[in-house]
């Protein structure tokens, strides 16, 4: 899409977020001086997304197409493998969140090292990558294989002795940030774009689902080599007050983030570019620009989210437990959840693909919809359980079991789409701010395992929306070719 | 008698394609069916923006759709007045639509209630659909269209560029697998293929046709394909539609 229209479209996504905020703030706050670091958040927010989205359009998304079907086309499969754990590997390493991910390594096997859990996450992500391109090439059911790991995660999570197990069910979608979601996506459609026939258009998605395995199955594995006792978690973050120093000061943060997510990008870039593909001068141009720009759009975004957003979240969730009144907290999480599938670059992302999908019919709004139900629904649920103390697995067991019940009858595009989703909706925004936010509204004393369920249902709840969506949709798309055969039918009936 | 009647027909006609930004083709289907046009067919694609700065940038790509709508002899005149007047493609920030000739369009209509069942089928062989026609106006312009290996549409749209012509729309394709082709655990790799079509003035055709023929890239053999075929008319829709076409 052409910028200025983009830009359009980021700041008008990010406007009711803005303002829910706003009124939250006038209603809640005493003091009145984080306004403004709200509007400047807003103003980076948007352009920021706007500037990574046309980063994304000509950089990433096409160069991870290009190495999808390329690869393909040498038509040998260890080589495809190879080339995905490698490139799955090193894009989750220099992934900024995965120091979140630390922490529940610490829960689960505090035995381990910061690297080596780094290493077995990554790892993780390679590994189901290279799985992943396997299957569309083999041409094994998608469905079988997310059936077969979510129960034996399922079981898993059941059997553990410690209930924080099953909240690692979202480790997939923190491990993925927004370099990796593109270029993982797009390596998946560029392997489905090569393969004749029909499932074609289906196989494009469902690579990112299933490398949110990896780091869920890195991370049990982990607990399971090195058992012990859990000594207190960390969870450390940085606060920052709403000046415009505040904002400076959080650049150069941001650069070294985000210089060190591209970095593995940039790498592959080159090594395109000088040996393994043949790309042409305008080609490698294109590409590093687009690169170029996702990296100033994720600095620029990331800069307006922590130095707008996120101490504004702590300040509101801190208010809203003052007010003690559980059902407006819930309320205005769940109004907040809803608006932050609309700020979240890596939803953006998916949902263009997802409307270009062949055979799909898929509209950018019914997609928007089901996944403002499903943050609401997760983040309500989210501070519920949080408030009233209850266990998180209550609803996430049933809630993935019946995700895999409704996968039996929902069209493949869409499961896969749901699987992808679930990865996707933890991105920046649901993992700085509506951390602040419901950790503090929640009052939780103990930060983790509240934010954890957070995690584990903002993953879950997507697989649910999504995939109802898509057999409504199919449902009515029946109806209407049901009608359309009627109308033809009636005037000869009445003749 | 709950059969359903109906008859083909074999009859000349005119194809319109309209390229608007993405998600705006409905507005041209409700355009050109308003004007008596029975539908359209939808493709994506992505277009380039005539913006000197944007391309500097590279941001100068944009979604767009393509509307393909087969409309009957007659109501030629109708549809495009209908392109240029309504409300809604006149907000457009971009469009363009363009005619050419369709020799013949066969379909199987549905005979109204009360048509006799005895309306005999067209026969194909007998009929000459361009017999009555009179001779279309001069072409002014003309659709090249560049079928290409993935990957060179970007070096073609710039040498296009350079011979003249004011832009295009590229659209992703498939090659065919052949038969003797490896297969690839039981899957025919298909050579990805792009799309490339531009609408050039007739007098710089050639200029453009060479500037492609003369790139680096298309000097292998398979390469890519190239055709032209007439355009009679060529619009601009939106707010640019007042605006000259040929600079």
Not at chain 1, 318 to 329: G, P, S, V, Y
Request: charged share 15%; with cysteine.
């Amino acid at each position: 899409m052409f910028f200025p229209e983009i830009l359009k479209k980021t700041s008008l996504a990010a406007l009711p977020f803005t303002a829910l905020l706003f009124l939250l703030h006038l209603f809640l706050l005493p003091e009145k001086s984080g306004v403004w670091s709200l509007a400047a958040g807003w103003l980076l927010l948007s352009s920021g997304m706007a500037v990574f989205i046309s980063g994304v359009d000509i950089g990433i998304l096409p160069m991870g197409q290009k190495a999808g079907s390329e690869l393909a086309n040498r038509r040998s499969l260890p080589l495809l493998c190879a080339f995905c754990f490698v490139a799955g590997f090193f894009i989750t390493a220099s992934e900024p969140h995965l120091g979140i991910l630390a922490v529940w390594t610490k829960r689960l096997a505090p035995g381990a090292g910061r690297l080596s859990s780094a290493a077995a996450i990554s790892a993780g992500v390679g590994l189901f990558a290279a799985l992943a391109a396997g299957r569309i090439v083999l041409q094994i059911s998608l469905k079988k294989i997310l059936t077969f790991f979510y129960i034996l995660i399922l079981g898993g999570a059941c059997l553990a002795e410690t209930p924080f197990t099953g909240l690692l069910l979202g480790a997939g979608g923190v491990a993925a940030g927004p370099m990796a979601v593109p270029f993982i996506l797009a390596l998946g459609m560029g392997i489905a774009a090569v393969r004749g026939g029909s499932e074609a258009g289906s196989d494009s998605f469902g690579l990112l689902g299933l490398t949110g395995l990896g780091p869920i199955l890195a991370l049990l594995l982990l607990g399971a080599i090195f058992p012990g006792e859990w000594s207190g978690g960390v969870y450390e973050r940085k606060e920052a007050a709403g000046t415009l120093l505040s904002f400076l000061l959080l650049i150069p943060a941001s650069l070294k983030e985000m210089g060190i997510a591209a970095l593995p990008l940039l790498v592959l870039l080159i090594l395109f570019g000088t040996t393994l593909f043949n790309l042409s001068r305008l080609q490698v141009i294109r590409f590093t620009k687009g690169l170029l720009y996702a990296f100033a759009g994720l600095c620029i975004f990331f800069t307006g989210l922590r130095g707008g957003f996120m101490a504004e979240g702590n300040l509101l969730g801190n208010a809203l437990a003052l007010t003690d009144n559980k059902a407006i907290t819930t309320l205005a999480g769940m109004l907040l959840g809803a608006m932050t599938v609309w700020v979240e670059p890596t939803v953006w992302v998916l949902n263009a693909r997802a409307e270009a999908a062949p055979g799909g019919n898929i509209s950018h709004n019914h997609i928007m919809a089901a996944l403002s139900l499903s943050a609401a629904c997760a983040t309500g649920l989210a501070l519920l359980q949080a408030m009233n103390g209850l266990n998180p697995l209550c609803l996430i067991l049933p809630g993935y079991a019946l995700a895999l019940l409704l996968s039996i009858f929902c069209p493949r595009l869409f499961t896969a789409l749901a699987f992808d989703s679930g990865v996707v909706m933890i991105g920046p925004v649901t993992c700085i701010f509506m951390l602040s936010l419901v950790t503090s509204a929640a009052a939780l004393p103990e930060r983790a395992t509240g934010f954890f369920g957070l995690i584990a249902l903002f993953a879950m709840t997507p697989l649910l929306f999504i995939q109802i969506l898509g057999i409504l949709l199919q449902r009515k798309q029946r109806l209407n070719e049901r009608r359309r055969a009627g109308k033809e039918a009636a005037p000869a009936g009445r003749q | 008698m709950n059969e359903i009647l109906t008859v083909s027909s074999y009859l000349p006609g005119d194809l319109v394609i309209s390229i608007v930004p993405r998600g705006q083709g409905e507005k041209i289907m409700r355009a050109v069916r308003r004007a008596g046009a029975r539908g359209g067919t939808i493709l994506e694609g992505r277009g380039s923006v005539n913006n000197k700065l944007a391309r500097i940038l590279g941001l100068d790509s944009r979604a767009v759709e393509l509307v393909f709508t087969l409309v009957d002899s007659g109501i030629l005149e109708a549809v495009f007045e209908a392109l240029a007047t309504d409300e809604d493609i006149l907000k457009l920030p971009e469009g363009a639509a363009m005619h050419l000739n369709a020799r013949g369009i066969l379909r199987r209509e549905i005979l109204p209630p009360g048509a006799r069942a005895e309306t005999p089928e067209t026969d194909i062989f007998s009929v000459n659909p361009q017999a009555g026609r009179s001779a279309m106006s001069q072409a002014k312009y003309e659709l090249i269209t560049v079928i290409a290996n993935t990957g060179f549409s970007e070096e073609i749209m710039e040498a296009a560029r350079g011979a003249g012509a004011p832009g295009g729309t590229i659209m992703n394709a498939k090659g065919t697998g052949r038969a003797e082709d490896v297969k690839f655990f039981g899957i025919t790799i298909v050579p990805e293929k792009e799309f490339i079509i531009l609408v050039v003035p007739k007098n710089k055709t050639k200029a453009v046709l060479k500037a492609i023929q003369d790139l680096p890239s298309m000097s292998q053999a398979g390469v890519g394909i190239i055709y032209c075929l007439d355009v009679t008319r060529f619009v601009q829709l939106g707010k640019k539609m007042q605006r000259e076409f040929v600079r």
